[in-house]
């Protein structure tokens, strides 16, 4: 049970679920616009052009990755001065 100033102020905003927004879209006709008729084929080519770029970038430039210093840092002799 909700107190009534609290049901007038939401009846006063005429809040619509998502539900009663997307079947008023549905019932609308729209003509198709470039996001819909291409926005897959963008963002798919967006996506592999990325990829193939990090790809590139990651093997041939001659990053030299894991630059661990394990095995190849000794260790100096102690000084007890």
Known sequence: ???PLTR???NRFKIRSIQQ???RQSHE???RDFHDKYGNTVLASGT???VVAWVFIATQIGIKWNLSPVG???PKEWNDE
Do not use: W
């Open 29 to 31: 006709n729209h003509s």
């Open 21 to 23: 927004i997307r079947s």
């Open 72 to 74: 190849r840092v000794t």
């Open 48 to 50: 592999a052009f990325c």
């Open 8 to 10: 007038n102020a939401l």
């Open 1 to 3: 049970i909700m107190f």
